[in-house]
Nanobody
Framework: QVQLVESGGGLVQAGDSLRLSCAASGRTASRYAMAWFRQAPGKEREFVAAIDRSGAITRYGDCARARFILSRDNAKNTVYLQMNSLNPEDTAVYYC?????????????????WGQGTQVTVSS
């Protein structure tokens, strides 16, 4: 069993930056690839970024490419999503996710564990 707790969400203005954190706990947490998804009201859950268990490989969704950076500190069992140049279209609940495979984790079906989510709101 893996528990995921997100933090760092909030209200920011367009152009600002924000860093989300996801702390994983559980005996096998270090075995998992980690990812972020987001879901805006009335929309499907969208893949944002993923990182393999070593932290050496990252993958980004179209919404994140060139603006967001995903990193991982395995000593702390924590992943960080640095979000830059935020715009109102980035407004959503951001969910942390854990899965065994960095390829499969890019879809919700490949996720084994979800966090509760953290709200990010970007005002214009």
């Amino acid at each position: 069993q893996v528990q995921l707790v997100e933090s760092g969400g909030g209200l920011v203005q367009a152009g600002d930056s924000l860093r989300l954190s996801c702390a994983a706990s559980g005996r096998t947490a270090s075995r998992y690839a980690m990812a972020w998804f987001r879901q805006a009201p009335g929309k499907e859950r969208e893949f944002v970024a993923a990182i393999d268990r070593s932290g050496a490989i990252t993958r980004y969704g179209d919404c994140a490419r060139a603006r967001f950076i995903l990193s991982r500190d395995n000593a702390k069992n924590t992943v960080y999503l640095q979000m830059n140049s935020l715009n109102p279209e980035d407004t959503a609940v951001y969910y942390c996710a854990a899965g065994l495979d960095i390829i499969e984790i890019r879809t919700p079906l490949g996720v084994d564990y979800w966090g509760q989510g953290t709200q990010v709101t970007v005002s214009s």
